[in-house]
């Protein structure tokens, strides 16, 4: 996609250079950094927000989590950074490690073993992490 004929090389190499100039420090910008920009929310303004706050007759915060957890994981697992957070906020929520486990292995029978093997990779990590934080 080098080719300075491919109209979407020549569209990117334009893009990058605009983000270039507009702030030096996209040329070293990560969609993993991504993750960084958004802390883990705590548990009550969760569930304000998203949970029983809004609609006391609807759906807990951790229960909607896992939901997009599956949803996640549903579409082949492509999108690694919002696993990740979402796996983190579903634990903040009260989410245990074997709840976050089959709401992803449930995936495995409707989105395909491999999207469910990637969103357990992705879990894992995040559950892995989150041991060493507590001890």
């Known amino acids: 996609m080098t080719d300075a004929n491919n109209p979407f ?3 990117m190499a334009m893009s990058q250079e605009m ?4 702030n030096p420090a996209l040329t070293t910008f ?4 991504f993750e960084t920009l958004w802390p883990t ?9 998203m949970g029983k706050g809004m609609n006391p007759d609807g759906l807990d915060a951790k ?3 896992l939901l997009t957890l599956g949803a996640l994981t549903m579409l082949g697992a492509q999108a690694e950074a919002q696993i990740r957070m979402t796996v983190r906020h579903s634990i903040e929520a009260g989410a245990s490690r074997q709840e976050i486990a089959e709401a992803i292995a449930m995936m495995g029978v409707f989105g395909g073993v491999p ?3 990637k ?3 992705l879990a894992s990590s995040v559950m892995e992490t989150g041991k060493e934080e507590q001890t």
């Open 30 to 33: 990560t969609p993993d950094g």
């Open 63 to 65: 229960t909607k989590l």
């Open 9 to 11: 090389a020549a569209m």
């Open 119 to 121: 969103a357990m990779e």
């Open 115 to 117: 999207a469910m093997t």
């Open 41 to 49: 929310m705590p548990k009550d303004m969760m569930e304000t927000i």
């Open 19 to 22: 983000a270039k100039a507009m």
